[in-house]
């Protein structure tokens, strides 16, 4: 008799090759405008993924703590932070946009008479964001997106979506078999 499959981890997959078909539909587009949309679109299904993970972490469903679990996704997929800001952007704020727009959003903190720069080139592919700070307790927080990339404080260089996505489904691959050996029991199906 086989043992019923957890509707968890079916999911996680499900959500995994979604994405992998969006990625692999944005690919095979020439036009980019269409490949954006494919690639933008491959995000949600990406952090979904996720998402189902980590509430079964919530939800005791794991043998380590949501905590253990967030620093094990850290850990084996880096990269993560840049999948759930681009869905946050996209979704809750004005949308990540196409016609070579390049949204850029900043906080910098620094002592009283700091001085903060922030330049960068008008270039969707390679705008190069770069801030610097007159003293070195300063600290700041930026998010950078175009039609094309993606870039974070913690990035040196902007990511283009395809080589993002590429990268994050190959190390999701390796999470997703933690996430099954975590797993404390098999959820009955409903």
């Given at each position: 008799m086989e043992v019923p499959r957890n509707p968890r981890l079916?999911?996680?997959?499900?959500?995994?090759?979604?994405?992998?078909?969006?990625?692999?539909?944005?690919?095979?587009?020439r036009d980019y405008d269409?490949?954006?949309?494919?690639?933008?679109?491959?995000?949600?299904?990406?952090r979904?993924?996720?998402e189902i993970m980590r509430e079964a972490a919530r939800l005791g469903e794991l043998s380590v703590s949501l905590q253990e679990f967030d620093r094990r996704?850290?850990?084996?997929?880096?990269?993560?932070?840049?999948i759930h800001a681009v869905r946050?952007?996209?979704?809750?704020?004005?949308?990540?946009?196409g016609g070579g727009r390049i949204m850029v959003e900043f906080q910098i903190r620094m002592p009283p008479l700091g001085h903060a720069e922030l330049s960068m080139y008008p270039d969707p592919v390679d705008p190069r964001p770069e801030?610097?700070?007159?003293?070195?307790?300063?600290?700041?927080?930026l998010l950078l997106t175009s039609d094309v990339v993606v870039q974070d404080e913690r990035e040196s260089r902007a990511i283009p979506y395809r080589v993002l996505l590429r990268e994050y489904l190959e190390q999701m691959d390796g999470l997703v078999?933690?996430?099954?050996?975590?797993?404390?029991?098999?959820?009955?199906?409903?």
């Open positions: 079916a999911g996680v997959k499900e959500q995994v090759t979604r994405a992998r078909l969006l990625l692999d539909e944005a690919h095979a587009v269409v490949a954006f949309r494919k690639l933008i679109a491959a995000v949600y299904p990406a979904a993924a996720l996704v850290q850990e084996l997929v880096p990269r993560y932070r840049l946050i952007r996209d979704f809750h704020r004005y949308g990540v946009q801030i610097r700070l007159s003293d070195p307790s300063g600290s700041y927080k078999g933690e996430f099954e050996s975590l797993l404390r029991k098999p959820t009955p199906s409903s």
